[in-house]
């Protein structure tokens, strides 16, 4: 489903005019302004978790605005090389984003129009994401061979590792060029350490902060033995216990955040691999119906979770309830599923209803039908040469965008 039409491009995209007002910096030939950074900062700010106070937008606005100065060279380059990013590629972006926060696109947009935060904050930063990712695979994919010997040790080194423990791990990773922006990224860690300590979701901060590919993933790099890891990061991770996260770790790429979700010894299960078949039931309710309305369904809600039993019947218990709908039983990763509804699933089993919400369209419900847990298998020669091709592109990302940094005129206001 396709969102309103776009508004035109940032700002920091327009070429530097005598008259501008509220600049925050020059890239260039480029303005971000002050308005760009206002905005920016909001949508992090609503996004990642982390509370809207004057205390911690003076601590992010840095990181933040060197991630709109990052975006403003990514986009020239973009324009230099001329990539074009079509409607299409926007709408499949913002339509896997409302996907991964179980919403609609209306709902994207009431959220955005609710926290007074511009819609073309949001489609700015997902446009220089999605040329720069054009720019990477077009100027550098023809450069990049994986070769049978490299795929060879790999499998090798993770036999001999089998019966080695394994760690599941977050991670986000903070990028300088210079000494003095080492020192500015990691007192920048150390404020996301304390903000993810004090409750913002690791997840949503690393898709708005990492330079990592595995941001999109909300910085989740799966299970891993410590040779995967930098060399750096390996002994940190090594002493760290379950659901905590590390002090910033300085290496020769960057400044990482570790977040350990669970660890084991051997080739194990993992639940984020588990797969659910979940069905949504929803008794429709309009926003403004009346109280009785409401209870009426709330009752009607706990009528059908008492009754439920499996799946199989459920196109015919729903005929029961006036207007009721009951959507095609779905499969789904475990892992795929927002923080709240991981929680739900991971408490319930198949013939159980997860309870009831009010959401927008009426009284929701999610039928558990099925749980199938993860078979661990070595991993394929397909997947580990994928994998050492995106480890080599995303190195390659970050050199391109430092030389960018090195010629480049910037001037922040």
Known sequence: MAGPALAEEGAADQPLTADQQGIAAVVNDKIVSQYDLEQRIKLIMVTSGIPDTPENRSRIEPQVLRGLIDESLETQEANRLEVKVEQDDIDKQLEGIAKRANMTMQDIDDFLTENDVSRSSLVNQIRAEIAWNKVISQQFSPLITVSDEEVDNMLKRLKEESDQPRYNVSEILLTYDTPAQAQEMMGGAERLAEQIRAGAPFGAVAQQFSRSPSAANGGDIGWVHLSQLPREVAPVVEQMGIGEISQPIKTLNGIYLIELKSKQTGVGTDP?????????????????????MVERRANEALKFTKEFKSCDALSQQIKAYIGGVADEPKTVVFGSLDARMKSLVSKSKPGEVIPPIRSREGIEMVAVCGHQVDDPQMPTRES??????????????????????????????
Not at 272 to 292: E, F, G, H, I
């Open 384 to 413: 580990i040469e994928d994998s050492l091709y995106s480890q080599q592109l995303s190195m390659m990302s970050r050199r391109h965008l430092r030389d960018l940094h090195r010629d480049a005129v910037i001037e922040i206001r």
């Open 272 to 292: 984020m691999k588990d797969r659910w078949t979940l069905a949504r039931v929803l008794l429709p309710l309009s926003p403004d119906a009346p109280a009785n």
